[in-house]
Nanobody, 129 residues
Framework: QVKIVESGGGLVQPGGSLRLSCAASGFNFGYHAVGWFRQVPGKEREGVSCITGRGQIQENIYYANSVKGRFTISRDDANNTVYLQMDYLKPEDTAIYYC???????????????????WGQGTQVTVSA
C-alpha cells in the first residue's frame, strides 16, 4: 500500500525558514519525479517545485517564480524522502503544502495536479508575525 506523508510545517515569522519532508512507504521515490504543491482556501492547488527521479539523463528541477531563490528541493533516496527547504518565508507562502508522486517534472513547466498519482495529506505552513 502506497503512503506519502508530509511533515515539518508550522508557524514561522516572515523571513524565517522551514524544512518540509515528504516520506513514502510502499513506493520507491528513487526513480520517480516528486512534486510539491500548495493550496489556500478558495484557490486551486498550485505547483511549487518538483524534481525528477534518478536515472534520468538530466535531472530536472522546477521552481515556481514566486519561490525561486528562496525554496530548495532535494532528495534523500537512501531514506526515500524528498525535502523542501523554505527560506525567507513570506506571508503569501501560507498554505497547506502537499507532496505527490509519481508524476511529470520539467524545469520549464509548472507541474499539474492531474499529472501526479499519489498524494499526502498535507502539512500546514503559516507565515505570520
Amino acid at each position: 500500500q502506497v503512503k506519502i506523508v508530509e511533515s515539518g510545517g508550522g508557524l514561522v515569522q516572515p523571513g524565517g525558514s522551514l524544512r518540509l519532508s515528504c516520506a513514502a512507504s510502499g513506493f520507491n521515490f528513487g526513480y520517480h519525479a516528486v512534486g510539491w504543491f500548495r493550496q489556500v482556501p478558495g484557490k486551486e492547488r498550485e505547483g511549487v517545485s518538483c524534481i525528477t527521479g534518478r536515472g534520468q539523463i538530466q535531472e530536472n528541477i522546477y521552481y515556481a517564480n514566486s519561490v525561486k531563490g528562496r525554496f530548495t528541493i532535494s532528495r534523500d533516496d537512501a531514506n526515500n524522502t524528498v525535502y523542501l527547504q523554505m527560506d525567507y518565508l513570506k506571508p503569501e507562502d501560507t498554505a497547506i503544502y502537499y507532496c505527490a508522486s509519481p508524476g511529470l517534472c520539467d524545469r520549464d513547466l509548472t507541474p499539474k495536479t492531474y499529472e501526479y498519482d499519489y498524494w499526502g495529506q498535507g502539512t500546514q505552513v503559516t507565515v505570520s508575525a
